[in-house]
Nanobody, 123 residues
Framework: QVQLVESGGGLVQAGGSLRLACAASGGAASSAAMGWFRQAPGKERLIVAAVSRSGGFTYYADSVKGRFTISRDNAKNTVYLQMTSLKPEDTAVYYC????????????????WGRGTQVTVSS
């Protein structure tokens, strides 16, 4: 069983930056592929970025390429999402998720989820 706790959300002006962190504990957290997803009100949950267990492979949604960077520190069992050039359309609850196996982009393929952290970008 893997427990995930997100932190780092908040209110920021458009063009600003935030760094989210996801602390993992329990089970084989360091051997899991990790992903960040987001869900805006009334919309489906979609992938933002994901990273393989070694950190050697990353995936980004087209909407965040060049602005967001995912990374992980397996010694600390923590995954980060550095967000820059934030836009109002990035406003959502951001969730951290983990799965055994390779990186996938489908939320239903992830076994473990955090409770989420709110990111609000004002115009």
């Amino acid at each position: 069983q893997v427990q995930l706790v997100e932190s780092g959300g908040g209110l920021v002006q458009a063009g600003g930056s935030l760094r989210l962190a996801c602390a993992a504990s329990g089970g084989a957290a360091s051997s899991a592929a990790m992903g960040w997803f987001r869900q805006a009100p009334g919309k489906e949950r979609l992938i933002v970025a994901a990273v393989s267990r070694s950190g050697g492979f990353t995936y980004y949604a087209d909407s965040v390429k060049g602005r967001f960077t995912i990374s992980r520190d397996n010694a600390k069992n923590t995954v980060y999402l550095q967000m820059t050039s934030l836009k109002p359309e990035d406003t959502a609850v951001y969730y951290c998720a983990a799965r055994s196996g390779v990186v996938l982009s489908i939320p239903g393929e992830y076994e473990y989820w955090g409770r989420g952290t709110q990111v609000t970008v004002s115009s």
